[in-house]
């Protein structure tokens, strides 16, 4: 119960415990963040009132290149990257007011931005060592966009029925990926994708042998990796691709 409720307050819920310490007090921006935020969000509105046709965007089912290359200068794709690596290190509180400005302003906008941050690029954040995140995220920080690939033709998002299957090579050196996913958001449009796959892993005290679910980084130009469908339709979101 000890791992759970410090992991998550739902989690907690759920075991009939209100772990309160994870939510109060509650999370307000410190005065700096809050007239940065503002400032920010003052931008943002002046950038699509001059450069964004949601309209268009919707009826072309594309985001500009010179729209996406202005998000990249408003900081929006590094807006809760660490400073340290080059983003803009928002709290959760001012990444929520920023995303809330967005998506009032341009759906397909704030899904881009969304996808990279909150899942895209987030198991970097979360969890990569301090290699991983010197090499990768000042680029997701200003240049480069992110995908979550997850879901499946076959199971949908269902993690634990997901086909895609890794496993170490012989020597040791990477992984073996095998699957095809679908409806990754940027996936078309993406330099990175953080891949969801099982893998057979032996137990450290029993030693039997289970299918775990693992994330693994790949590159569009790794040899293997394909994208045959570019895009799809979504109803008010038309503008984002989804491999």
Avoid at 31 to 53: C, H, L, Q, T, Y
Avoid at 149 to 155: F, I, M, R, T
Avoid at 224 to 236: L, P
Wanted: charged share 25%; hydrophobic share 35%; glycine share 10%.
């Amino acid at each position: 119960m000890t791992e759970e409720r410090e992991s998550s307050f739902m989690k907690a819920v759920f075991h009939g415990v209100v772990a309160d310490d994870l939510i109060f007090p509650y999370p307000e921006m410190s005065k700096d963040e809050r007239e940065n935020v503002a400032m920010m969000i003052d931008s943002i509105r002046k950038f699509v009132s001059a450069k964004v046709d949601s309209a268009k965007i919707d009826r072309t089912h594309t985001i500009p290149d010179d729209v996406i290359q202005g998000m990249r200068e408003l900081g929006l794709f590094g807006l809760s990257i660490p400073e340290e690596y080059g983003g803009l290190g928002l709290s959760g509180s001012g990444y929520a007011r920023v995303m809330q400005e967005v998506a009032a302003l341009d759906s397909s906008l704030a899904v881009t931005i969304g996808a990279h941050q909150s899942i895209g690029c987030k198991a970097i954040m979360l969890f990569g060592n301090e290699k991983q995140k010197q090499e990768w995220l000042p680029r997701l920080s200003s240049d480069w966009i992110s995908a979550f690939c997850l879901s499946e033709p076959n199971v949908g998002c269902d993690a634990g029925g997901q086909e895609t299957h890794c496993e170490l090579s012989e020597d040791g050196e990477f992984y073996i990926l095998n699957g095809e996913k679908k409806w990754a958001t940027s996936g078309a449009l993406s330099s990175l994708f953080t891949v969801m796959a099982k893998q057979k892993i032996a137990d450290p005290k029993s030693g039997k042998v289970r299918e775990r679910v693992t994330a693994l980084v790949c590159h569009p130009e790794m040899e293997g990796v394909e994208i045959f469908q570019k895009n799809r339709s979504k109803c008010g979101i038309r503008g984002t691709w989804q491999a």
